[in-house]
């Protein structure tokens, strides 16, 4: 399986037909995460990808281990968060309207796009209230 590690883009031609496997090292500073006041605080992370290529549709399943840093919510001071989020996505040639299982529609290029994949999963593990150090007293006694 081929992928491109700064796009986070498959190569569809690259997969066999059923289950397809990789680790990939992705280079967390180089992908455009465009997620407000998130950023990666190291440069490489992990992501474990399963495809399975199946005639009518293609399942995306995988894990990313990386450590971003947000602003703390008390003194804005950079706040370290790791993230071991698992990915799902399903994408399809043909979407069916009637169908009430959402899949992404894959485009003519041969690439799979699962860049929005990650990028959720990146969103839905930062911390509602994220802090520097559990005893941050915030910017008021800094």
């Not at 059923?18 to 605080?41: A, H, K, Y």
Request: charged share 25%; hydrophobic share 35%.
């Amino acid at each position: 399986m081929k992928l491109d590690t700064v796009r986070l883009v498959v190569d569809l031609k690259s997969l066999s037909r059923g289950m397809n496997r990789g680790v990939f090292t992705i280079p967390l500073d180089r992908i455009e995460w465009n997620i407000e006041d998130v950023e990666p605080e190291e440069s490489m992370g992990t992501l474990e990808l399963e495809v399975d290529f199946e005639d009518i549709a293609v399942q995306c399943s995988g894990r990313l281990d990386a450590h971003f840093c947000t602003p703390c919510a008390r003194c804005l001071e950079p706040s370290s968060f790791d993230i071991c989020a698992d990915i799902h996505r399903s994408y399809t040639w043909s979407p069916d309207p009637a169908s009430e299982e959402q899949r992404e529609v894959i485009p003519q290029s041969g690439e799979l796009d699962i860049l929005d994949a990650v990028r959720e999963a990146v969103m839905l593990s930062i911390p509602c209230k994220p802090l520097c150090s559990p005893d941050c007293a915030g910017i008021c006694y800094n």
